[in-house]
């Protein structure tokens, strides 16, 4: 029997040893700016931290007093509701939108660019540009006011209409990104499983719900993963375009918002850690819950 | 002693003194690095450097690492660095957060020697007003900074627009708030969709200092006070706390002559949108010029039933020393500061910032200058901003307050009962000592 000298085991191990040198640059930067963050954090979550004097350890007194907090709790709800006006609809636009960018029509890629346009600008500029289009009786007024009869809305500055107009823009700029992941799914679909279906009889609607949709899970997960992390740390959109960011009564405070001013504003760091553990805990369930919800090979090209 | 032993012993002490005065000079030319951060304010950047450059002349032996720090950036950079030890020496805080940098200890009193005064009370006597004007950088008796800037505000009229209404800003400008709302009405202008096009006058909504800045003013002009900055305690649940709710909310709802929901009114003034803000200190008399608007300059209005004579309230800037710091440069900070706070005809000349030196203030140019005695005399009226750890997180509280009334249409009873409730608990918990 020939024995390869490259299978021994001193080269397996020498082997493992450069995979170990290759892969340490990771490791390390991962420790320095990810791991050591993290754990801070969860120190500090623990501690009476003002910023301007050295941190007090408190145990869990931090995250009881959260429980009796108005502030928190109200976030806590702000954000609920920022996640799902800020999901489901993005999810279920940007998915029909990007069926209708796949089906060949004239003037589709540049139809197709100008969707795309909200999501070149940075959000802060996106927030200056709607708080001049959302001024009471600027051009969005007008453009509902045969609708509305009202001459001036508030809408930005009603408790009410506030939340709902911060979503409206943030889905304005959000809808034409996740479209265009979901045309990359719909892209990865091979041709034959189409023409399998319509050779079998298949609609389109039927060919779009029993292969084309199944076949879009993986993509499914990773736009509603994305999407909602990205909605629970909400902050640029509450902090440049609200009245008094994250008013009027608080009502756009996001958890997100709401450690900014506990951390920096108030110098409240200790509790600001606190609600970082909280809003974290809270998104690796949501992924969790995700990511085992949607687990599974059943419907899969290979 | 030998004739050999009385050498070697003079030998010997010609060496000690020799090594002593060298180490003396050496002792006392050490070079001391002060780092110095100072907020944005580009007109006064260039004369900082200009300034920085006579010091290193005269002072060669105290270096100094000139840091601007944009405003918006400024509390957390500074919380931060101070957090990790990497503070400045000698920064240039504002009144809104120096009760929170106090009651932490990040400060120490004025050296009045190292700035170059005899003592606390030269320092006082060097300025207009002596300790009252000083008052917003003193705490419980010692004074703890060097203004750079000290700002009062007062109303100014777009003439353009009040000629246009049929009025004239040196006779018609209102004395009472009272009047302000019939002036107000005269100079909005409603288009045909009975859309807001131009407004006469209207608060600062859009930014919660404004509660303390303005509302607390208008509430201290009837005899109370919002905030106890001495005990930390709040009274907001009064007679006169809530006249001033309700001609803010009539202002917005029931004569809707502005509101939260417009555009802030320095932009809207600016613009020509605006024709009376009364927001704005001097430091704004060159942004109106290069509006290109002609402007007249009034005091604040009053209550008609006023039992204090006070406009909005003063605040300031100011060179603060940081605890951190070691003590020889603690000692050069305050050399640095006393120095800086020495050209207060510069400063107002190329930055519009007001430093109320006695000598400048009495002097023919000061009392010459069409703006600055309105100022000045607002500023002797107004009370300061209260000084308290927790300001924001209190006037964030109070701007809720005012929306859920305003903007919420929530009951005042129940809103205000709730306010006091949730300001007392913020000023129980960052009451120094407590």
């Known amino acids: 029997m020939i024995t390869r000298k490259t299978s021994t085991p001193s080269f397996i191990a020498r082997r493992q040893r450069w995979g170990f040198y290759f892969v340490l640059p990771t490791v390390i930067f991962f420790a320095i700016f990810f791991l050591y963050p993290i754990l801070s954090g969860l120190y500090y979550s623990m501690t009476e931290f003002t910023l301007l004097k050295p941190p007090v350890f408190v145990g869990f007194g931090n995250f009881e007093a959260l429980l009796k907090d108005r502030l928190f709790l109200k976030s806590i709800s702000v954000t609920l509701g920022y996640v799902a006006g800020s999901t489901f609809p993005v999810w279920v636009i940007s998915l029909f939108a990007a069926v209708v960018f796949s089906q060949k029509f004239p003037g589709r890629e540049i139809l197709k660019a100008l969707f795309f346009a909200p999501v070149l600008p940075s959000l802060v500029v996106v927030a200056a540009v709607w708080l001049v289009l959302l001024n009471p009786s600027g051009l969005i007024t007008t453009v509902v006011r045969p609708f509305t009869g009202l001459a001036e809305i508030n809408w930005l500055n009603d408790p009410k209409l506030s939340p709902i107009t911060v979503i409206l823009v943030h889905n304005w700029t959000a809808i034409p990104f996740y479209m ?26 039927q060919t779009l719900f029993r292969v084309e949709l199944p076949l879009l899970r993986p993509t499914a997960v990773f736009v509603a993963s994305i999407s909602m992390i990205n909605a629970f740390q909400a902050f640029t959109l509450q902090y440049t375009i609200t009245p008094g960011k994250g008013g009027p009564v608080d009502v756009n405070t996001t958890m997100g918002l709401l450690i900014w001013k506990y951390g920096f ?38 | 002693m030998s004739k050999g032993n009385a050498k070697f012993f003079f030998l010997l002490m010609a060496l000690a003194a020799m090594f002593l ?109 002596g300790e009252a004007m000083l008052g917003g950088a003193t705490f419980n008796g010692e004074l703890y900074a060097l203004p750079t800037e000290w700002s009062a505000y007062a109303c100014y009229t777009n003439n353009a627009l009040w000629e246009a209404a049929g009025l004239d800003p040196n006779t018609d400008f209102p004395a009472t708030w009272e009047d302000m ?66 001609y803010w909310y ?99 000349a190329a930055a519009g910032l007001l430093q109320p030196k006695k000598d400048f203030v009495e002097s023919e ?35 809720r307050a005012r929306d859920r009334i305003i903007s919420g249409g929530e009951d005042m009873d129940t809103v205000l009962a709730e306010a006091q409730s949730e300001v007392s608990d913020i000023l129980a918990r960052n009451k120094p000592g407590d």
């Open chain 1, 180 to 205: 265009l992941i979901w045309l990359a799914g719909l892209t990865g679909i091979p041709e034959d499983l189409r023409d399998a279906a319509r050779v079998d009889g298949a609609n389109f609607l």
């Open chain 1, 265 to 302: 504003q108030y110098f409240r760091m200790g509790d600001a850690a606190a609600i970082s553990v909280v809003l974290f805990a809270m998104i690796l369930v949501v992924t969790a819950f995700q990511l085992t919800f949607t687990r599974g090979d059943k419907y899969s090209i290979q």
């Open chain 2, 21 to 129: 005065v060298s180490f003396g000079v050496a002792a006392q030319s050490e070079p001391v690095t002060v780092k110095l951060w100072m907020h944005e304010h580009p007109p006064r950047v260039p004369l900082d450097n200009e300034k920085l450059a006579l010091f290193a002349e005269e002072y060669p032996n105290i270096n100094v690492e000139y840091t601007v720090v944009p405003n918006t950036e400024w509390a957390t950079t500074l919380s931060t660095a101070m957090a990790s030890g990497a503070g400045p020496d000698l920064f240039n805080v504002d009144s809104f957060s120096i009760g929170d940098y106090f009651a932490q200890g990040n400060l120490v009193p004025v050296d009045a020697v190292a700035a170059g005064f005899a003592d606390q009370q030269a320092i006082y006597d060097s300025y207009a007003g």
């Open chain 2, 181 to 246: 709302k019939t002036v107000a009405e005269q100079l909005t202008v409603r288009d045909s969709s009975g859309a807001l096009v131009q407004r006469g006058y209207d608060f600062r909504w859009g930014f919660n200092l404004f509660t303390i800045l303005s509302f607390n003013p208008m509430v201290q002009q009837l005899g109370s006070t919002v905030i106890d900055e001495v005990n930390y305690t709040a009274n907001i649940d009064t007679p006169e706390y809530r006249q001033v709710m309700q």
């Open chain 2, 250 to 348: 009539d202002w917005a709802n029931t004569w809707k002559l502005g509101g939260p929901q417009y555009a802030e009114d320095r932009g809207a003034f600016l613009a020509g949108d605006l024709a009376i803000t009364c927001d704005v200190g001097s430091w704004w008399a060159p942004q109106a010029e290069d509006a290109g608007i002609e402007y007249t300059i009034h005091p604040v209005p009053r209550w008609a039933n006023a039992v204090s004579d006070n406009g909005f309230a003063s605040y300031g800037y100011m060179y603060t020393v940081s605890s951190q710091a070691a003590p020889e440069v603690q000692a050069a900070a305050w050399t640095l500061a006393g120095f800086m706070t020495s050209f207060p005809d510069e400063y107002l």
């Open chain 2, 365 to 399: 140019a000061f009392l010459e200058n069409p703006v600055m005695p309105v100022f000045l005399e607002e500023l002797s009226k107004d009370t300061f901003n209260p000084r308290i750890a927790g300001f924001t997180e209190v006037m964030d509280a109070l701007a």
